[in-house]
């Protein structure tokens, strides 16, 4: 008998069937069997089994066919381990043959007979002959007809009478889809997905339920939610005299569920088994603990299930789901929040391109800031502000940004560059603004003389034309796809307050603008772990200031300009404090590398001559003598601060000014101040020693008394290793590892944006190590120096501001590292939450 083979199994409710050994599909059927659902008798093929098979090797295929009652239809389904793995398409109908058509045609009618013997002919001609679908365009017409052409057409090609025995059958449809699992495109097609080499398949052969002839006879499916949106709402289709998923073909004739004004439903043709229907549904959502698709079919007015499936489910939906499930007691909170994947709640804070519209891709890049734009291109930020002025949406699409280009990308909608790299200068502030962007798109090539941007297959775009920036994916489309809309409902906030509950790592953001600031506390980060305060000047007004300060020759000349400073940091600072009242907010000084900040552009030049009164050709003199060969390994971070003591001086005055004033009328401030780039003790002395200076000052000339904390930002492979004698001086470290990596791996952050893919796809890389923590190399140097800065200075403060404090993998490194918090992009506080709660669970 079967129960005795070890390969088959008949599918009852202590039959040993796992996920394991014969797949989810044929785990659900024994659940379902275990709640007393209408299941039709299931007999269950494990892994083994189909391994056997596809070698040739049959189990005892008469004894299967003995557990359904006398001249029973049967069908195959596939049952994988995961069933996003897919498996070959399910069989209907083995077991028709002549003698099944003649009984039958008395039983339901010859019509219907005849449709399931021709449904089963051409299943099995495709699947297990092998042969072209084609060969049965020409057959038209139903019934008789079509089933005579049809059993003629197989017999013409194969040469071979149609197989009438039951059992025969059976075993070739087991063989073809065991045989089908080991194919080369569906193995490749399931490792894409995450399946391992060895992914077993299992396969239930259940009892055909007709779903034709007299009677209410049908078949359907029905979910209690709306895939889209999450929400409760009972949704599917039902066809009658229909069998497998042909409701969901869209046939003119398949009903509605519930009652609705569109057309018929199946509750007002017949109420009883819609009622019995969707109270089966409800007790597999509770006893499953999922939202799950119900196969159905009707016979003569009787229901039965046939399947249950994980409903589909949108990321909004599936954050939705979850919650709902926790609410109603189905599953723990902590559950809920495992089961949304952090990367998903990415496409919930920004609008995304549909997943069903048609992608024209014209070009590929990194994917540096989430979210998708459709607007026409322009190549300039003046022409974007322009565009903008006038209504229009732009995409600004440049060579690479710089901060000449800020007031631009805030005009635009998306920025596309063809240089750059995850950590690029557009990357970090597309990621700030919330501002889709894609970077490093090499196979797009821009040429400014002409204004066009040609792909790599020959088509060029003129300004005007119009194209889509998916910042999610790195794709940029032509024209104008439908778009899904951002969607933080309330069901999101909630699983954001459960995230905050179960994470123990702190989450802060980076944040330079109050903007910033104002989503960051939306998300409820922690604080500001990093104010870019260079950044600050990237406003229109400004970033001349900041120009001329860099610029100035002579002493006076820098002291004029940090006066003109002072009060908009101290304005800043004050705002930043304010919106975030009560918690910690990390300002690192000036770290302003050259090459961002010189400018670049006659506009900027000529700005610049104005400004300072100069000619344009001593300024560009001047631009020549200043840039250097290795802006970012140049006069950056404390070194400008060590060379030109007044400009940290400035800053320090600012922030403690700010202190006081925001400290008035709330709770006291703790500012954080963090000096950038340091490779050695001394950098910190002699900063700390002027910044004790004025605030001794400030205490004394406002007669106000405030406490704040100093701490280095440790972003060069020398301050790892020389942690022990730089930690007494602070109250925390915070590695910047966006110049880390780039330092460890001696590889341009702006540069490897070039490369970085052909490495990836090479395997040198397993990711690109400014996106995903590189934890081997530069993971070892963040761990010497957390041990040798917590050695020297029990209780420091230990964490991390790069580009990685956004992404999952790293925060697990962080977390296992003991630190105390990460600091990540404002839109990616909500990601890197729930990461942070799943490790806690
Ligand atoms: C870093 O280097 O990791 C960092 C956060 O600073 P920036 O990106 O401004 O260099
Ligand atoms: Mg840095």
Redesign the pocket.
């Known amino acids: 008998a079967v129960q005795n083979n070890p390969f088959t199994t008949l599918v009852t409710a202590d039959a040993p069937i796992s996920n394991d050994s014969h797949g989810g599909r044929a785990k659900c059927l024994q659940r379902l069997v275990r709640l007393d659902l209408p299941v039709p008798p299931t007999v269950a093929l494990s892994f083994d089994a189909v391994k056997q098979i596809a070698s040739g090797l049959l189990p005892d295929v008469a004894a299967v066919v003995r557990q359904f009652p006398e001249g029973a239809l049967m069908c195959v389904r596939p049952s994988s381990q995961d069933p996003d793995w897919g498996g070959p398409g399910a069989v209907l109908n083995i077991g028709m043959n002549d003698a099944r058509f003649a009984h039958l045609r008395g039983a339901i009618g010859e019509d219907a007979a005849a449709a399931l013997y021709t449904r089963f002919i051409q299943a099995y001609a495709i699947n297990v002959a092998r042969l072209d679908p084609d060969m049965f365009d020409d057959v038209d017409g139903d019934g008789r007809a079509a089933m005579k052409a049809s059993l003629r057409a197989y017999e013409r090609e194969t040469e071979e009478e149609f197989p009438q025995d039951p059992a025969t059958q059976l075993a070739a449809v087991l063989r073809s889809m065991a045989r089908a699992w080991n194919g080369t495109s569906a193995r490749l097609l399931r490792q894409a997905k995450g399946a391992p080499l060895d992914a077993g398949l299992g396969l239930v052969v259940q009892q055909m339920v007709f779903g034709v002839g007299a009677g209410q006879c049908g078949s359907g499916v029905l979910q209690l939610v709306d895939s889209a949106t999450g929400a409760p709402q009972v949704t599917g289709r039902y066809l009658s005299q229909s069998q497998g998923r042909d409701a969901l073909a869209g046939d003119a004739d398949t009903l509605y569920l519930t009652k609705d004004a569109r057309g018929p439903s199946l509750e007002e043709l017949a109420p009883q088994v819609f009622a019995e229907l969707r109270c089966h549904a409800a007790l597999m959502r509770k006893k499953l603990r999922e939202e799950m698709q119900v196969e159905f079919v009707i016979e003569d007015g009787n229901l039965y299930i046939l399947d249950g499936v994980r409903v589909v489910r949108s990321s909004r939906a599936a954050v939705r789901i979850a919650v709902a499930l926790a609410q109603d007691g189905i599953i723990s909170r902590a559950e809920a929040l495992m089961r949304v994947q952090p990367r998903t709640l990415t496409e919930l804070l920004h609008r995304q391109v549909d997943v069903g519209a048609r992608r024209d891709v014209i070009g590929r890049g990194i994917a540096a800031s989430p979210g998708a734009a459709t607007g026409r291109i322009v190549f300039s930020a003046a022409e974007a502000q322009a565009g903008a002025a006038r209504g229009e949406a732009c995409i600004l699409v440049r060579q690479e940004t710089s901060p000449e280009d800020i007031r631009g990308m805030h005009a635009a909608r998306a920025v596309l560059t063809e240089r750059g790299g995850i950590t690029s200068h557009a990357a970090v502030i597309g990621r700030g603004m919330g501002l889709p962007c894609v970077v490093g798109a090499s196979s797009l090539s821009i040429n400014l003389p002409k204004q066009q941007l040609t792909a790599r297959d020959g088509r060029s775009f003129s300004v005007g034309d119009e194209i889509t920036v998916d910042g999610t994916t790195g794709d940029v489309l032509a024209g104008a796809p439908a778009m899904q809309e951002a969607a933080l409902d309330e069901t999101f906030r909630t699983l954001m307050d459960w995230a905050e509950e179960a994470a123990d790592i702190g989450i802060r953001a980076n944040a330079d603008t109050p903007a910033d600031a104002q989503t960051a506390r939306n998300f409820h980060a922690h604080g500001i772990g990093l104010c870019r305060t260079e950044h600050m000047f990237f406003e229109p007004g400004r970033l001349t200031v900041m120009r001329e300060m860099i610029f100035a020759e002579t002493g006076e000349d820098r002291r004029a300009v940090l006066e003109r400073l002072l009060p908009m940091q101290r304005e800043d600072f004050t705002e930043l404090f304010r919106i975030m009242q009560g918690q910690p907010v990390c300002i690192r000084l000036f770290?302003p590398p050259l090459h961002e900040f010189l400018p670049t552009d006659r506009t900027g030049q000529r700005e610049l001559a104005e400004a300072l009164g100069l000619p344009l050709s001593s300024v560009m003199r001047r631009i020549y003598a200043m840039s250097e060969y290795n802006p970012m390994l140049g006069l950056r971070?404390v070194r400008l601060g060590v060379t030109v003591p007044e400009i940290y001086e400035m800053q320090a005055r600012a922030i403690f000014e700010a202190t006081v004033e925001a400290s008035r009328d709330g709770e006291p401030v703790v500012p954080e101040i963090m000096i950038?780039?340091v490779s050695a003790r001394r950098e910190v002395e002699l900063v700390k020693t002027s910044v004790d200076a004025i605030a001794a000052a400030v205490r004394n000339e406002r007669d106000a008394s405030f406490n704040y904390r100093l701490g280095v930002?440790v972003?060069t492979p020398r301050a790892t290793l020389r942690a022990a004698e730089i930690a007494p001086h602070c109250a925390f470290l915070s590695f910047?590892t966006?110049?880390l990596t780039q330092m460890t791996y001696g590889l341009s952050r702006d540069d490897a944006g070039r490369f970085m893919s052909t490495y990836v796809q090479q395997g040198v890389f397993e990711e690109d190590p400014f996106h995903v923590l590189d934890v081997d190399g530069v993971g070892e140097l963040l761990q010497i120096a957390a041990e040798r800065g917590r050695r020297a200075q029990p209780g420091i403060t230990l964490s991390i501001c790069?580009e990685h404090g956004g992404n999952p993998e790293s925060i697990a490194f962080c977390r296992a590292a003991g630190f105390d918090y990460v600091s990540c992009s404002p839109f990616r506080v909500p990601v890197a939450r729930l990461a942070a709660a799943q490790l806690a669970i």
């Open positions: 770290d971070g950038p780039l930002m972003e910047g966006n110049d790069g």
